[in-house]
Nanobody
Framework: QVQLVESGGGLVQPGGSLRLSCAAS????????MGWFRQPPGKEREFVAA????????YYADSVKGRLTISRDIAKNTMYLQMNSMKPEDTAVYYC?????????????????WGQGTQVTVSS
């Protein structure tokens, strides 16, 4: 089992920045990659970004390239999502997921473990 806990969500104005964290615990040695997904109000969960746990290779959705940056700190078993130049359309519940079977996967069902989610609201 792998447990994931997100933090760092909140209210931010358009153009502002926010950093999300995802702390992992449990059998983290089995994790191959981790990713961020988000679910806007009334919509399906969508891929945001992913990172391979050991190599640090990154993958992004086209809609966030250049504004959002995914990273990880292996020593702290923590993944981050730095969000800059935020837009109202970034408003969503953000979830982190852990993938034990592949890398760079953009489909939510591929991720075996999930956190509880953290709300991000971009509004003036």
């Amino acid at each position: 089992q792998v447990q994931l806990v997100e933090s760092g969500g909140g209210l931010v104005q358009p153009g502002g920045s926010l950093r999300l964290s995802c702390a992992a615990s449990g059998r983290t040695f089995s994790v191959v990659a981790m990713g961020w997904f988000r679910q806007p109000p009334g919509k399906e969960r969508e891929f945001v970004a992913a990172i391979t746990w050991r190599g640090g290779l990154t993958y992004y959705a086209d809609s966030v390239k250049g504004r959002l940056t995914i990273s990880r700190d292996i020593a702290k078993n923590t993944m981050y999502l730095q969000m800059n130049s935020m837009k109202p359309e970034d408003t969503a519940v953000y979830y982190c997921g852990a993938d034990r079977g592949g890398v760079g996967r953009t489909s939510a069902p591929a991720y075996e473990y999930w956190g509880q989610g953290t709300q991000v609201t971009v509004s003036s």
